[in-house]
């Protein structure tokens, strides 16, 4: 295996949907590296690619989609290439995914514990009873009280709370490098979404596990994130720190979300919704995907999408606001 810094590396990545109505650009180009142990978050509202982006990795995708460019690499090696047999073993010993309604990938009609002990002897050459021994650590070290008891129910018999926590004890089976987390706590309510997201630090520091948290919501990543992807569009409209993109937002996307949440340190001012509509996936325009619902937009936005600018050395953002001067001047 190639040897790489990172776990994964996920370069110029493009996947469609082909639909009756046509091509439906979802992912446009996104590019982003992953270290191991490190937490990454895609934030953007409905729509901008955020779970393509998931599934894409995972090969997960719909039967229209397809990756229809870039790479993504598993510790050097680009994944897009395997077969599903090998796909099918990266998916659980290697990355593991947790959806936002735990419903969807836990079965109604087994028991928590067989499903459990299904997805670790898929994975490890554990017998049955050892299985069952380590679904029980799992639904322990997750937070479960009285395991045994617990893993003879069904899924319907567990809280909602407990069924996110049975989803990450089955992502966390077989010890994966990677967790992708898509939305896992919009359907939780406030106290147990905090428990959840704090479970998921905790285990992270224990296994050593790098983290993809993909929401809507910037709060829920603003303290655990130790880079932020925005998306608009299917692309990647800015990345940085949290500080990077809470305190100083380089993109009129950005700034624009940022006046649509109430914050703490700002509670005097009026929150300001985005204008206008999410663009046509179907009929990309040739410049910023952002342009039209921009109040800034100059010229040049309308024509071209600015390959991302340095704004420091952990802040990049594609707009051109941040060249204005070298634009306003050449346009006059
Ligand atoms: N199976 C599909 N067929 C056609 N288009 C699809 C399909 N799945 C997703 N899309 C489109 O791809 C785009 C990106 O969807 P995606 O699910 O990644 O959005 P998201 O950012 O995760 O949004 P949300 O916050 O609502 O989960 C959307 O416009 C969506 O309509
Ligand atoms: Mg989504």
Not at 160 to 170: E, W, Y
Not at 183 to 200: F, S
Not at 294 to 305: G, P, Q, S, T, Y
Request: charged share 25%; glycine share 8%.
């Amino acid at each position: 295996m190639a040897d790489s810094k990172y776990v994964l590396e996920v370069k110029d990545l493009h996947t469609s949907f082909f639909t009756d109505a046509g091509e439906v650009k979802a992912v446009n180009g996104v590019s982003f590296n992953l270290e191991p142990g490190k937490t990454l978050g895609i934030v953007g509202e409905s729509g901008s690619g955020k779970s393509v982006t998931a599934y894409s990795i995972m090969q997960i995708l719909a039967q229209t989609g397809r990756i229809t460019g870039g790479e993504v690499l598993f510790k050097g090696e680009d994944i897009t290439k395997y077969s599903e047999r090998e796909m099918q073993k990266f998916r659980g010993s290697k990355c593991s995914i947790i959806f936002q309604d735990p419903m969807t990938s836990l079965n109604p009609v087994f028991t928590v514990g067989y499903q459990l002990e299904e997805a670790i002897m898929l994975h490890t050459n554990k017998t049955r009873a050892q299985a069952k021994e380590r679904a029980i650590e799992l639904l322990k070290l997750v937070g479960v009280n009285d395991p045994e008891k617990r893993i003879k129910q069904y899924p319907h018999e567990h809280s909602g709370g407990m069924r996110q926590r049975d989803m990450i004890a089955m992502a966390l089976a077989c010890e994966p490098d990677i967790l992708i987390a898509d939305e896992p706590t919009t359907a939780l309510d406030v106290t147990i979404q905090a428990q959840i997201l704090e479970l998921m630090q905790e285990l992270q520091k224990k296994l050593g596990m790098a983290i993809i948290m993909v929401t809507h919501d910037l709060g829920v990543i603003a303290s655990m994130c130790d880079e932020i992807l925005v998306m608009y569009g299917g692309r990647v409209c800015e990345r940085g720190t949290a500080d990077d993109i809470f305190y100083s937002p380089a993109h009129e996307y950005t700034k624009g979300l940022l006046r649509s949440i109430p914050r703490t340190d700002n509670m005097n001012e009026k929150l300001v919704p985005i204008g206008g509509t999410p663009i046509n996936l179907l009929n990309m325009p040739e410049g910023c995907a952002f342009c039209p619902r921009c109040d800034e937009a100059m010229k040049i936005c309308l024509k071209e999408v600015p390959d991302e600018l340095r704004i420091s050395d952990s802040h990049l953002a594609s707009c051109w606001m941040n060249v204005k001067e070298l634009y306003e001047s050449k346009e006059a």
